[in-house]
């Protein structure tokens, strides 16, 4: 697949995870710059291992990035119906604000999520151990 087209793919999913250029930039160690030139299809030998965290960063598997999976399969951790890509969304928007200000909005969802709980009458179990 040529560079063009894997910079296409890179920037779609960016844009589906809500992250701006500087978010994955940070994450992945390497300057906005360097993010923009590889969804332009600019950069002439891709480096296999920032293509590897840059598909990390955006929950895709990184060989759909290159085309050599056809399905966009997301990592493990990554959300799987709208609801779940929406808080995602959410959580990553979150992760520009300062660190005191994201714990703050931590602390309100996870009362809130509590409170709602509490209420329906169902129990948390997200403190369990895992089966």
């Not at 290159?66 to 959580?91: I, W």
């Amino acid at each position: 697949m040529e560079n063009r087209e894997i910079g296409k793919r890179m920037k779609l999913a960016r844009e589906q995870s809500g992250l701006t250029l500087q978010a994955v930039a940070d994450r992945v160690g390497v300057a906005a710059s360097t993010v923009q030139r590889y969804e332009a299809g600019g950069i002439e030998k891709l480096k296999l291992p920032v293509l590897n965290a840059i598909a990390d960063v955006l929950g895709v598997d990184p060989g759909w990035l290159t085309g050599s999976e056809t399905a966009c399969a997301p990592a493990d951790n990554v959300a799987q119906t709208g609801e779940e890509r929406k808080l995602l969304m959410l959580c990553r928007r979150a992760e520009q604000l300062p660190p005191e200000k994201r714990q703050k909005i931590i602390d309100i969802f996870e009362s809130t999520i509590d409170t709602y709980l509490d209420a329906l009458g169902i129990k948390d179990d997200s403190d369990a151990p895992s089966k």
